[in-house]
T-cell receptor, first 119, second 115 residues
Framework: AQSVTQLGSHVSVSEGALVLLRCNYS??????LFWYVQYPNQGLQLLLK??????LVKGINGFEAEFKKSETSFHLTKPSAHMSDAAEYFC?????????????????FGTGTLLAVQP | DVKVTQSSRYLVKRTGEKVFLECVQD?????MFWYRQDPGLGLRLIYF???????EKGDIPEGYSVSREKKERFSLILESASTNQTSMYLC??????????????FGAGTRLSVL
């Protein structure tokens, strides 16, 4: 069964500092991996995804993540934090989609990391 | 842009009431999902649907049912609300998996309080 572990339910950084949010997964097949962000009182918004190809993926708002198969990790980084980055971040995993027109493939979410940015 | 609209942002209901949460998407997506979000537990899948009138249980279906009579609308029903169903409920939609790369689009959420 697939699972996602996000280390650190709360992370605090200073404005301008490196942001590093950790995500490890378990999957029996090469997975699809996602990071979503949730701003206060809003739904989830896709930050970035890894499906196939280049293992370093870039997303919106200056975030990027690297798929490391040997470490089963997909950590999210941003070189310089901004106050507007304060939000909750969720890592998610799924199996690659089936190629026939069958049922959907579900996302399995981690428990989330709340990022605080101090001035 | 994909738009997933949840009919209510906040709801307050009493124990034992029947509660309907409505979700509408405007992008002709085949798949629709209902999650609940609780602090420290992340998002947990309640039910999903991959076609009209089709539904499958997620990880925590107990106490819930769903209805999908039209492609764009997916309803979550709490047959008899209980206090342990106080939570944030999120609806999502996506294209069929093979075309979608499993990307799901989320509504803004409904915060339900059961008193």
């Amino acid at each position: 069964a697939q699972s996602v572990t996000q280390l650190g339910s709360h992370v605090s950084v200073s404005e301008g500092a490196l942001v590093l949010l950790r995500c490890n997964y378990s999957s029996s097949v090469p997975p699809y991996l996602f990071w979503y962000v949730q701003y206060p009182n809003q739904g989830l918004q896709l930050l970035l995804k890894y499906t196939t190809g280049a293992t370093l993926v870039k997303g919106i708002n200056g975030f990027e993540a690297e798929f490391k198969k040997s470490e089963t990790s997909f950590h999210l980084t941003k070189p310089s934090a901004h106050m507007s980055d304060a939000a909750e971040y969720f890592c998610a995993v799924s199996d690659p989609p089936m190629n026939y027109g069958g049922a959907t493939n579900k996302l399995i979410f981690g428990t989330g990391t709340l990022l605080a940015v101090q001035p | 842009d994909v738009k997933v609209t949840q009919s209510s942002r906040y709801l307050v209901k009493r124990t034992g009431e029947k509660v309907f949460l409505e979700c509408v998407q405007d992008m002709d997506h085949e798949n629709m999902f209902w999650y609940r979000q609780d602090p420290g537990l992340g998002l947990r899948l309640i039910y999903f649907s991959y076609d009209v009138k089709m539904k499958e249980k997620g990880d925590i279906p107990e106490g819930y049912s769903v209805s999908r009579e039209k492609k764009e609308r997916f309803s979550l029903i709490l047959e008899s609300a209980s206090t342990n169903q106080t939570s944030m409920y999120l609806c999502a939609s996506s294209l069929f998996a093979a075309r979608a790369k499993n990307i799901q689009y989320f509504g803004a959420g409904t915060r339900l309080s059961v008193l």
